[in-house]
């Protein structure tokens, strides 16, 4: 099946500072999203992003496709944005699975 | 417009126990599933629906049964529970063809 690794595994930020989080994957796909799981437990979709760029305030991202990765960027980060950072995929058309990286575990200290 | 819901939040079983986890969802979505999540992992699929009477296994479907009478209830049986049921179990659900899938706050199963 197709795989989905992403990095860092750990990431430890200073508030304010900028970051970048990667997930690759194996094989092409018909969407991907990446999620914040915060420290409650909780899955927050953060983008819906099969290709291309997005921006939502302080968070971005942008998928190449072609070359199988996905970049989620968090610029002047703040303590709540700490948590779990996951991407995940569905391979093809018409299915509905999403297939989960490991996701990116990121603590901001102040 | 409350999206998707999940109870009970926490519940702790013993082996052999069965209960029921509840989801249901009010934006009319025709597709939903149930993962799980353990440790340090990602979510894997258990099973899922792509509308009211057709259910499907995901990629762990052993020991959780599933049925679909109603677009927005999704329920999933545990008929005899297992330690290795032990976990956090998110329901989510989206429209065909959009999708973006949303997920519950999800409920955190102990088997003891």
């Known amino acids: 099946g197709i795989q989905v690794e992403q990095s860092p595994p750990d990431l430890i930020l200073q508030e304010g500072a900028n970051s970048t989080l990667r997930c690759n994957f194996s094989d092409s796909v018909n969407n991907l999203q990446w999620f914040h799981q915060n420290p409650w437990g909780q899955l927050i979709n953060l983008f819906y992003?099969?290709?291309g760029t997005k921006q939502n305030g302080r968070l971005s991202a942008t998928t190449v496709a072609t070359e199988r990765y996905s970049l989620l960027y968090i610029s002047s980060s703040q303590t709540t944005d700490s948590g779990v950072y996951f991407c995940?995929?569905?391979?093809?058309?018409?299915?509905?699975?999403?297939?989960f990286g490991k996701g990116t575990k990121l603590s901001v200290i102040p | 417009n409350a999206g998707v819901t999940q109870t009970p939040k926490f519940q702790v079983l013993k082996t052999g126990q069965s209960m029921t986890l509840q989801c249901a969802q009010d934006m009319n979505h025709e597709y939903m599933s149930w993962y799980r999540q353990d440790p340090g992992m990602g979510l894997r699929l258990i099973h899922y629906?792509?509308?009211?009477?057709?259910?499907d296994q995901g990629e762990v479907p052993n020991g959780y049964n599933v049925s679909r009478s109603t677009t927005e209830d999704f329920p999933l049986r545990l008929l005899s529970a297992a330690p290795s049921q032990t976990s956090v179990y998110f329901c989510?659900?989206?429209?065909?063809?959009?999708?973006?899938?949303?997920f519950g706050p999800g409920t955190r199963l102990t088997v003891t």
């Open positions: 989510a659900s989206s429209q065909p063809g959009v999708g973006e899938q949303y």
């Open positions: 992003i099969p290709s």
């Open positions: 995940a995929v569905i391979m093809r058309a018409g299915s509905y699975q999403l297939t």
């Open positions: 629906s792509v509308g009211a009477g057709i259910t």
